[in-house]
């Protein structure tokens, strides 16, 4: 993956439907088929098939030339904390205001006083009924303009933002064309014709290249976009050749930034029933999903905390993450991550394989950790697991900072994840052998 491949995704990404459509599109264009859920699936053979689920989750596999033995999952989603808008024209001092609400837990006061736009889904009334479409504004169209310090003299003594009061953005004078007709506008149909919407904002700027030597990146939606990426070009390039028996299956879930609680989130049976079905439609032994199962791993991936410059006593100083040090293998005492010995060790050894650095995050023991996608995806999909990521700055900010090299070495560590021919001997006991 190209660091132009990565700030296309990034850029096109601008809502969860957004960043689906965009790896559909890959998917499109290396020759996976695509599937709906409501369908029956004839599956053939050395081919690749993919599906959607709420135009926001994709999951993407390929059939091995003969029987299934097991599975080779990495999983990372598609959204990121953003204000999700509930009302189109608010009449406020001689202006018209959008109302918006918090998805996620976000740094609040990055997204203060730059240019926004509004992008997202929305229902059309067609012929045959109702259909989904991407809908993007695609230019500067909004902002939340911060209050003068003159207004507010302690603002730079800590600021409690309140969401519904400073977090509200203009849109424009009282009175102008309303959103709805310009979203109707965009779209190409009649205002009347637009039946609902799952709107949000988000930050136009582009991603770009920082420091001496271009060694960082800002942008935009790098958590968890990134990961995205670079999970999606490694199981391109891998999957063809990845013929163990073990099928590889890529999947970018939503909703995480909320719990992973909806049908598209990792909390679902999303991915399960993609599997299950999978093997239905193949040729397969009795026991067969239990027996696959249990010859199975599977990588939660999502971004990781970096060592601050300006915070550095917030990390826990025995184990450092640094920009540009390689993947992030992720643990917690208590399960927060999926990491353990046995996982940990089978991906260092992947890692190895693939010469990608290697390096661990564990939070301070008297700070309390975040979670990701992983022990809820365990849930219906109990495989091994390791939780792991890229360390970045600026976490659930507007605009984030990563390192150029490390999506480079994500990118090496999923592909030999996928290529290894990785089989479980018994409880406890692995071979790894990489195939040609």
Same mark, same amino acid.
């Given at each position: 993956m190209e660091q132009a491949q990565l700030f296309d995704f990034l850029q096109a990404g601008v809502s969860p439907y957004h960043a689906a459509a965009a790896a559909a599109r890959l998917l499109d264009e290396a020759g996976y088929t695509r599937l709906q859920e409501a369908d029956f699936w004839n599956l053939e053979p050395r081919h690749g098939y993919y599906v959607t689920r709420n135009n926001s989750a994709v999951v993407a596999w390929r059939v091995p030339a003969h029987g299934i033995g097991g599975w080779r999952?990495?999983?990372?989603?598609? /959204?990121?904390?953003?204000?999700?808008v509930k009302n189109f024209a608010v009449p406020a001092a001689g202006c018209t205001k959008l109302n918006v609400e918090g998805y996620g837990g976000m740094n609040m006061a990055t997204w203060l006083d730059r240019p926004l736009s509004v992008a997202g889904r929305a229902l059309v009334r067609t012929a045959e009924g109702l259909e989904a479409r991407l809908v993007d504004i +695609?230019? /500067? !169209?909004?902002?939340?303009?911060?209050l003068a310090p003159h207004m507010d003299r302690a603002v730079n003594d800590g600021h409690k933002y309140n969401p519904q009061v400073d977090m509200q953005p203009l849109y424009g004078p009282e009175g102008c064309r309303p959103l709805g007709a310009l979203l109707a506008e965009t779209l190409g149909v009649a205002e009347s /014709?637009?039946?609902?919407? /799952? !709107?949000?904002l988000y930050v136009r700027q582009a991603p770009a290249a920082i420091?001496?030597? +271009?060694?960082?990146?800002?942008a935009p939606r790098i958590d968890d976009l990134e990961c995205a990426a670079a999970t999606l070009y490694a199981f391109l390039a891998a999957a063809p050749q990845a013929d163990s028996g073990c099928a590889p299956v890529w999947a970018m879930l939503d909703n995480e930034e909320v719990g992973s609680g909806t049908r598209q989130g990792a909390h679902s049976a999303f991915v399960r029933d993609v599997l299950d079905r999978v093997l239905d439609a193949v040729a397969h032994s009795s026991q067969g999903m239990q027996r696959a199962l249990a010859n199975s791993f599977a990588l939660s991936v999502d971004n990781a905390h970096a060592v601050h410059?300006?915070?550095?006593?917030?990390?826990d100083a025995a184990n450092p993450v640094h920009m540009g040090g390689g993947v992030v293998l992720k643990v917690n005492a208590n399960q927060k991550y999926t990491t353990n010995a046995l996982s940990g060790a089978v991906l260092r050894e992947v890692c190895r394989l693939a010469g990608a650095p290697v390096q661990l995050f564990a939070n301070r023991a008297d700070v309390p950790g975040g979670s990701t996608l992983g022990n809820l995806l365990s849930q219906s999909l109990p495989v091994p697991m390791a939780d792991i990521g890229l360390a970045q700055l600026g976490m659930h900010s507007a605009v984030e900072t990563a390192s150029a090299a490390d999506a480079a070495a994500l990118v090496r560590a999923v592909e030999m994840f996928y290529r290894v021919h990785l089989r479980c001997l018994g409880d406890g006991q692995y071979t790894l052998e990489v195939l040609s």
């Open positions: 999952v990495t999983a990372s989603h598609s /959204d990121s904390p953003a204000w999700r +695609g230019r /500067d !169209l909004v902002v939340i303009p911060s /014709d637009v039946a609902d919407w /799952d !709107l949000s420091g001496p030597g +271009g060694e960082y990146f800002m410059p300006n915070f550095a006593d917030k990390a």
